[in-house]
């Protein structure tokens, strides 16, 4: 088995860009941090960046996407081991608030534009908010935060700042 076999690939969007807080989380609620092999700046085409979710935990509104022709959402691929993925899937609330789905979708590395298979979660209709629901200042900087690590290019930053409901 080579090492592509053995690995998943997520693409993550929101507070996940901000490895340090996704990984204090996974070491808090007993799944190991060391999963996160590598995180590449990516494009996820045909989508976009809504904030239709309020979290509970959050306190407030958090990320989501959705399926929209012709529109992108910056983040990152984060590859990691199979044992990790349950920790992102308890950390999304997967099934029941966010899903990951059936399929993968596929995601784009943006400096090579490599093409990778991921999972990418989108909140289930029945948690979705019927307006805008805006995020606490914490989130968004880590959101803001985890943009920058990434290495996004700042036109994101700004992108995400206009989009976020008032």
């Known amino acids: 088995m080579n090492r592509e ?3 998943e690939w997520v693409f993550a969007y929101g507070s996940n860009l901000h490895i340090p807080d996704l990984r204090g989380w996974l070491r808090h609620y007993g799944y190991s941090d060391q999963g996160i092999i590598q995180v590449i700046p990516a494009r996820l085409g045909d989508y976009e960046l809504v904030w239709n ?4 935990v959050r306190k407030g509104g958090a990320a989501n ?3 929209a022709k012709g529109s992108h959402v910056l983040g990152a ?5 199979p044992d990790t993925l349950p920790g992102i899937d308890k950390k999304e609330g997967h099934p029941t608030r966010y899903c990951r789905g059936e399929n993968r ?7 090579d534009k ?5 999972w990418v979660y989108e909140v289930k209709p029945a948690y979705q908010t019927p307006e805008p629901t805006a995020p606490t200042q914490t989130y968004l900087d880590i959101m803001l935060d985890g943009i920058q690590q990434i290495g996004l290019e700042a036109s994101w930053s700004k992108e995400v700042k206009r989009g976020v409901p008032k």
């Open 65 to 67: 996407v959705r399926p």
């Open 105 to 111: 979708v596929c995601v784009n590395t943006i400096g």
């Open 114 to 118: 490599k093409s990778y298979s991921a």
């Open 53 to 56: 979710y309020y979290s509970p």
């Open 77 to 81: 691929l984060l590859e990691i081991t």
């Open 5 to 7: 076999d053995a690995t």
